[in-house]
Nanobody
Framework: VQLVESGGGLVQPGGSLRLSCAAA????????IAWFRQAPGKEREIVAC????????NYADSVKARFTISRDSAKNTAYLQMNNLKPEDTAVYYC?????????????????WGQGTLVTVSS
């Protein structure tokens, strides 16, 4: 099983990025998918999740109305569209998968993880 993130990079404040999480060896639609992030010196935090076999999503308050999580079953890929980025969004972003039907906020509840992709928001 592999989750491979891509799409990170350097962007100016107010800009946008779309992160991708391509899955191999598992069917993403059958898993609850979450995006976590970890900034330097800070604890890992959940940013967004989408519940398996549904379109129900949850977001951290800090990213509501700016980030959108989605899933393309045909491509077996999940996405995190990030708009109006702020310097405090700078972090390594990870996608994770859990065989549960709810959004879990603890990273230990997710069995599969990607390697992470760095997002830097700076002018």
């Amino acid at each position: 099983v592999q989750l491979v993130e891509s799409g990170g990079g350097l962007v100016q404040p107010g800009g946008s990025l779309r992160l991708s999480c391509a899955a191999a060896g598992l069917t993403l639609r059958s898993y609850t998918i979450a995006w976590f992030r970890q900034a330097p010196g800070k604890e890992r935090e959940i940013v967004a999740c989408i519940i398996r076999t549904s379109t129900t999503t949850n977001y951290a308050d800090s990213v509501k109305a700016r980030f959108t999580i989605s899933r393309d079953s045909a491509k077996n890929t999940a996405y995190l569209q990030m708009n109006n980025l702020k310097p405090e969004d700078t972090a390594v972003y990870y996608c994770a998968a859990a065989a549960r039907g709810i959004c879990l906020h603890s990273g230990s509840d997710y069995r599969y993880w990607g390697q992470g992709t760095l997002v830097t928001v700076s002018s």
